[in-house]
């Protein structure tokens, strides 16, 4: 079994800061790819940032500048600093993790559950 879980979530006024964190656990042999997607109501799911163990992380440019993502490889760990919130940035916010399960020879796409940030006066 493999898990995702998001935490950090919250409301925030504009101009505000977040960081949320995502853990990876269970039968993990190795990550080649994290990231935080998130979709806004009426929306369809959107990349926000993307890293790889050795590549240069990829921003949407809606958000480059603002927010950064960082990985905890030893933890299984991403997290995304989120900096001079707007309240389009209300969206539910998905860790996504490419990874090899335990004794597998193929990887797979895993998501988090979502959680919520909510940016407004």
């Known amino acids: 079994q493999v898990q995702l879980v998001e935490s950090g979530g919250g409301l925030v006024q504009p101009g505000g800061s977040l960081r949320l964190s995502c853990a990876a656990s269970g039968s993990i042999d190795s990550i080649y790819a994290m990231g935080w997607y998130r979709q806004a109501p009426g929306k369809q799911r959107e990349l926000v940032a993307r890293?790889?163990?050795?590549?240069?992380?990829n921003y949407a440019d809606s958000v480059k500048a603002r927010f950064t993502i960082s990985r905890n490889n030893a933890k299984n760990m991403v997290y995304l600093q989120m900096n001079s919130l707007k309240p389009e940035d209300t969206a539910v916010y998905y860790c996504?993790?490419?990874?090899?399960?335990?004794?597998?020879?193929?990887?797979?796409?895993?998501w988090g559950q979502g959680t919520q940030v909510t940016v407004s006066s």
């Open positions: 996504y993790a490419l990874l090899r399960r335990l004794g597998s020879l193929s990887t797979g796409d895993y």
């Open positions: 890293t790889t163990s050795s590549g240069s992380p």
